[in-house]
């Protein structure tokens, strides 16, 4: 202990630069008493150097010195009372002897040595309650024995003096004092209640002293049997239980209990039960997420061949047990295994050494994580809120806890906020004049035409039926699917992890993991001095090392004081859409426009509020799983909202993707796939949200919500009525914006534009996914613009940098594999989506189809959209007149005076784009300022800047 305690005063600050070999210093140190004595000396001296001075170190010696005396007096006297007991002592041996027999009976024995051990047990770990708790309970066993005792030497009209004499003279029961008590408790409860007292304080003897609980000890056991099982008839179950038979045999089912299967989910088909239990243990055992004792998973004893044996199961875990200063040793089964190196010991204290981990509060690991996280920023003082403000909004209950009042207060402000162009994100996009050519604007204005035309007719159809939610049995549930046990592994990658970075001269503590559906997060803490970018730069060699296909380092974790590390797991489990709808988070989320993404690190799942991103980004490579993500997002809708609530609008380029969903009754137009009228129906959104916004200054009103709260006051009901109709939020999805960019550039990026930044209040959102996350689609207006982003696989750093601006979507694995960063969020946060096949949406939207007939639209919708046609903006007869780019005079003058004109030169004078510059150049030429183009040579300059200026004064 004595050296243990040297040893951690030998670490000073000069060890952060050469950590290893004062590590390795203080090491030797612990291990010899000769080093730790000539490291007092010189601390002694240099004590002499400073003054006289005691120093901490100095007067912690004083004090050992003292116990060490106090316990040799403790030793000596017990020792004497200890022999006393066999008459060796004399008269006055015999007389003490004598005495405390007839207080104690027979224990006086081990009385000497009880009290002797509890002198030296507290002195060397302090009076703390746990050591107290301890040394009580040991007490306990004594006096359980004294009841012993007492019992069988006759407990029947015994008398204090009979007692007394009994003890001090036979050297028989539990003397006075003991033996009283038990006399006392037999007269009352008798001898079975006597016996039971007994055994109580055995039991809880046992459960204190030894550490152990007997109920997890049980379960341990039945745990370990269960798992041997599953292991046998594992082929059976699985083939039992094959997703796609089980969905066969569901979809027979009759879809008459619809509500009633709604509010009771999760209920699985009873002819499966027995199979589907077995699994569901599996399952549970792995999202509990138990970790092992520290002992055995992070101890520097243990070495990496015996972390490899153990996961390759040569080892059973059970076999491992704890030995005195924390050694670890085998105890049976392989003897071959190498001796244990020592490694020096570490200051920190581990995640599996916490004394909450001990009282077994650590087991469940997704609270631990979370009350870890509010003691770890309680104690640094952290800032949270930053992080809290949108987590607590938009995640599920758990983070919600971690709101703060401030975050709350921003969040109401941003709701209630009435949108204005000067408080835009990008004030360029809302001062910037929307110029059109006259044809695109004719072209805009006949799109507008056919689909308000498509509704018109439509409106005309059979009335809405009252919406039946899909049933959630016509999805694929994950349950019983769970993934086996992955403990070993994590400790062998933990191992790893460690030795890997302490090759490198990278001393540092695995405090935390969370095993997520795809990753494992391992939490590291360095030692102090030890720069962060230090670990980050030995990315590659932990890639080599761990044989990983891609890691991703979050340095530091938001909120913690520790460096992340994501491995993937050996198997990634799929998340499936139905356990998420299933959950709590889901079920309990109040917005309309929940969106179901995925698991966490931590396996929670995360549900995210559209209504508050409130227009979301879906960027990345081709196979990254994007559709299916947008697929998600659509059926969380479907399953959360009605149709009078929530109304779609699908962009699909592809025309093979979302095409799925048309008949759907939330759908305001059939999907659209014609990029050209893709631009249309953008425009046609930009004009809705246009003539909300009118209604709300009509109304007094400052957002969507208000405006329905005021329909219901005036009509009394919640749909209104005809002249006064509540207004459902808009959803606009587009897959696939670089197709429509290169249809219609400035178009869509002009409406997408201006619906990002007005349309929350009026209640419509933009999802746009690409998989081109470049510069010339994601433009920076659009970026700037839109807010939440969702990043999966993409090929380089540069494209994760177009999109969340920073690195890091690279090294995600792909199949849904995503970074979420809605708004608010201080840093991504790792998701994985949950996934989705055809055939499950398929029957979903063959269910809504079934069930809501044929596709209906709000009439007073459709009505309004032909209206706002004839006196839309930018129609009528502000379209005849030509219109100019705004550097167009600027950019004649400039050309005239060089006489000399080029797109690359405009381009480099005016800081603008190609696409802009040629444009100008276009209107120049149109205008007659210069010439036609002439292949490689530059346009001919035709006007004089006298001309010019009267052309200008003319017609702009
Ligand atoms: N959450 C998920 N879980 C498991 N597998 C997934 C998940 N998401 C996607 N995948 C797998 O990845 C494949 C490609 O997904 P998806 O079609 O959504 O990619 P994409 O990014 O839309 O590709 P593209 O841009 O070419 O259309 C899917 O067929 C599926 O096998």
Redesign the pocket.
Known sequence: MATGNNSTYNKGPQSNTRSKTTASRSTSTARSPQKARSSQSSRQASASRTGGRKTKAQLAQEQARKNEIHLFICLAVCTFFFISNFGWCGVVGNFFAKFMFGLFGVVEYVLPLYIFLTEAFLLSNGAKKAVVNRVLCVGLFIVAAAFIFQLTAGADHMTAKLLYDQGAQEKKGGGFILGGLLVVLYNLIGKPGAIIVIALLIIIGIIVVMNVSLIDFAKERSAQFKNRYNALYEDDDEEAIDPEAALEAKRRTKLDNIKVEQEKPAVPVKKKKKKVKNKKVEGEEVHELKPLPHEDLFNPNLTLQDAKDVSEGYVDLSLLKKKKGGVTELRSAKADIPPVPDTPKKETVDFFDRPDYANGAAQEETTITDQMWQEENAQTGTDISAYDETAADTLDPVHTKRTSRAAEKQMDTADVSVPDADEAPVTEAATRKRKKTKESEQEMLSERDQIAETIQENSEQKPIKEYKFPPLKLLKSGRGKGTKSNEASVRETAMKLKSTLENFGVNVTVTDYSCGPSVTRYELQPEQGVKVSKITNLADDIKLNLAAADIRIEAPIPGKPAVGIEVPNKE?Q??FFRDLLESDNFQKFPSNIAFAV?KDISGQVVVADIAKMPHLLIA?????????????LIMSILYKAKPDDVKLIMVDP?QV?LSIYNGIPHMLIPVVTDPKKAAGALNWAVLEMTNRYQLFAQYNVRNLQGYNEKVKAVTGSEEGNEDLKKLPQIVIIV??LADLMMVAHGEVEDAIVRLSQLARAAGIHLVI?T?RPSVDVITGLIKANVPSRIA?TVSSGVDSRTILDMNGAEKLL????MLFYPTGYPKPVRV?????SDDEIADVVDFLKEESGEVTYDESISKEIANTKVGGSGGGASSAEPEYDDYFVDAGKFIIGKDKASIGMLQRVYKIGFNRAARIMDQLSEAGVVGPEEGTKPRKVLMSMEEFENYVEEYL
């Open positions: 990634s799929p998340v995925g990345g490579a081709t196979g990254s799983g994007k559709s299916v993500c947008i697929n998600t592809k993707e897959d696939e996914a998989q999966m792909g199949k849904g594999d994985q989506g949950a996934f989705l």
